[in-house]
């Protein structure tokens, strides 16, 4: 059974920094498009970031390019969301999930869905 586990969130003041992880379990990550994800109360769900398979091509919402960066360890079957520079609007369940195709933010494109992690970014 394909799982993916979202792991590193907190609470963090303006101008902090987390990093979150996105780790799988029952099967490898190598083959896959891992997306980043987020999803405030009363919002729809947004796609922040995708990495190719190979982690060679990378993606972003305006909202975050600067401030957030995504990369993948395969060896540790593990993707990573820097965020840095955070503001209260960031504050969000962050999410990660699965594709084989690389291009798509759409939520719709994605699949193997983790359970979420709380950022609340505030003073």
């Known amino acids: 059974q394909l799982q993916l586990v979202e792991s590193g969130g907190g609470l963090v003041q303006p101008g902090g920094s987390l990093r979150l992880s996105c780790a799988a379990s029952?099967?490898?990550?190598?083959?896959?498009?891992i997306g980043w994800f987020r999803q405030a109360p009363g919002k729809e769900r947004e796609g922040v970031s995708c990495?190719?398979?190979?982690?060679?091509?990378?993606n972003y919402a305006d909202s975050v390019k600067g401030r957030f960066t995504i990369s993948r360890d395969n060896a540790k079957n593990t993707v990573y969301l820097q965020m840095n520079s955070l503001k209260p609007e960031d504050t969000a369940v962050y999410y990660c999930?699965?594709?084989?195709?690389?291009?798509?933010?759409?939520?719709?494109?994605?699949?193997?869905w983790g359970r979420g992690t709380q950022v609340t970014v505030s003073s």
């Open positions: 999930a699965a594709t084989l195709r690389y291009g798509s933010r759409s939520a719709r494109d994605f699949g193997s």
């Open positions: 029952g099967f490898t990550l190598d083959y896959y498009v």
């Open positions: 990495i190719t398979s190979n982690g060679r091509s990378t």
